[in-house]
């Protein structure tokens, strides 16, 4: 099966400054990965999605980095704001492997200081 | 409009009941599941249901049952409530197995 964890539980940044939220996984047999936001009292969020055959995707202030080397995945948020403060999940799969879902990591909170 | 939705958003009940949750997708998507998110906010998967291929997760009780009458809802029913089931349920579908899923708002169970 697929682990995936997280380094931090929580991480705290000054509002524009860049944070990075790392992930590991386990099973090097994962071949596509996303990181979800979570805020408050909502569901899971999709953010930026990368497949295997990818080291780096880059969205609107986002970026996620893949070192499949490793095993480690890590979303990169540029010039933090105030909405950004949530649980964000890193999750992992084998997209050949039928239809048994994502595994997700514990989460990090991240918490964006005025 | 709310891509995937779920009813109740809260539901308190008391130990020993059955109680259902649904959930409703109108994304046209083939694939639903339920996770569930506990104090800790871990993330489980369930179940996933693709074109009536259920598969489940082997740690789930038998006490839950997906129940799926067309492929834009995914109910999930609960038999004999115990306190450990107290958690938040997600319902989220994708359009095709181990992809992008996209999630409810979340129901938030209480056993008492």
């Known amino acids: 099966g697929e682990s995936v964890g997280l380094h931090l539980p929580t991480l705290s940044v000054q509002e524009g400054d860049n944070s990075i939220i790392n992930c590991a996984y386990s099973?090097?047999?994962?071949?596509?990965f996303i990181w979800y936001k979570q805020e408050s009292g909502k569901g899971p969020q999709f953010i930026i999605d990368?497949?295997?055959?990818?080291d780096k995707r880059q969205g609107q202030r986002v970026t996620v980095l893949l070192n499949k080397t490793v095993k480690h995945l890590s979303l990169q948020i540029a010039a933090t704001q105030p909405g950004d403060s949530a649980v964000y999940f890193c999750a992992g799969m084998y997209s050949g492997g039928g239809a048994d879902g994502l595994t997700f990591g514990k989460g990090t909170h991240l918490i964006i200081q005025p | 409009d709310t891509a995937v939705s779920q009813t109740p958003k809260y539901l308190v009940t008391q130990m020993g009941n059955d109680k259902s949750i649904k959930c409703e997708q109108n994304l046209g998507h083939d694939t639903m599941y339920w996770y569930k998110q506990d104090s800790k906010k871990f993330l489980k998967i369930m179940f996933s249901?693709?074109?009536?291929?259920?598969?489940i997760n082997e740690t789930v009780p038998n006490r839950f049952s997906p129940k799926s009458p067309d492929k834009a809802h995914l109910n999930l029913h609960i038999n004999s409530l115990e306190l450990g089931d107290s958690a938040v349920y997600f319902c989220a579908s994708s359009q095709v197995p181990n992809t992008e899923a996209f999630f409810g708002q979340g129901t938030r169970l209480t056993v008492v």
């Open positions: 990368i497949r295997s055959n990818m």
């Open positions: 249901y693709n074109n009536k291929e259920l598969i």
């Open positions: 099973n090097s047999a994962s071949d596509y």
